[in-house]
């Protein structure tokens, strides 16, 4: 149990700090768009490349990293309602973010930059231009979409699993469903994809506010 109550806590804390991230990386993206060619991405990393990896989605692997502990309090608190669900949620979930940090380019893009910069041949900064182009399709392609796909399902799992018990209330697991719902397209998918994942960041916030303070109360339980 005391295993379960430390676990509770951290997914807990974790589940705030992803919240908090949310409006830093909108903000970041809002005052700083980013690039949208290799050559421009080059030229923000050798300008400062704290913000070209900001640009690039540092924030959203720290997120990533955070979201492991969220479900594995999810996993814990759902298994004994029902195990095969829950077991399922949480290995794609895996899967999917393994997908994602397989997608990320962020210090490939800033080696990359640096020999733009130091390189003095037309030529050889031609290629890496390319080098860089096959990278930023890399960065929004397969593995991305299988990482947004499968964060979605977990999201709908576990939500629906949470409508079949009082653990989390039957308005957390609405919220959840109706987040999934949204994430089911990802944000890659054009115009389409764009506005959803937007939109889908409302229900997210309640659904993680909502968990996050059971996991506290969950915490307090197991003392």
């Known amino acids: 149990m005391n295993e379960l109550k430390k676990l509770y806590r951290i997914a807990g804390i974790a589940t705030i700090m992803i919240v908090i991230l949310i409006p830093i990386q909108i903000f970041i993206f809002w005052m700083y768009p980013p690039p949208s060619s290799p050559k421009e991405f080059f030229e923000l990393f050798n300008e400062n490349w704290i913000l070209g990896l900001l640009s690039l989605d540092l924030l959203y692997i720290v997120n990533n990293t955070l979201i492991i502990f969220v479900y594995l309090g999810l996993y814990a608190a759902l298994k004994k309602t029902n195990l095969e669900y829950m077991t399922i949620a949480l290995v794609i979930g895996f899967i999917g973010i393994a997908s994602y940090y397989s997608s990320t380019v962020n210090f490939e893009m800033k080696a990359l930059s640096q020999q733009y910069m130091d390189s003095s041949s037309t030529e050889i900064k031609e290629q890496i231009i390319s080098s860089g182009n096959l990278l930023l399709l890399r960065y929004k392609g397969t593995a991305f979409d299988i990482y947004y796909i499968l964060n979605a399902l977990t999201l709908i799992i576990s939500s629906r699993v949470m409508l079949m018990d009082d653990t989390f209330s039957k308005k957390t697991a609405i919220w959840g469903l109706v987040a999934g719902g949204l994430m089911i397209i990802p944000s890659s998918a054009g115009m389409l994809g764009l506005v959803l994942s937007i939109v ?11 968990i996050a303070k059971r996991f506290f109360t969950l915490d307090k339980m197991n003392e």
Do not use: G
Request: charged letters at 0%; a neutral charge.
């Open 200 to 210: 889908s960041l409302i229900p997210w916030i309640v659904f993680s506010i909502l």
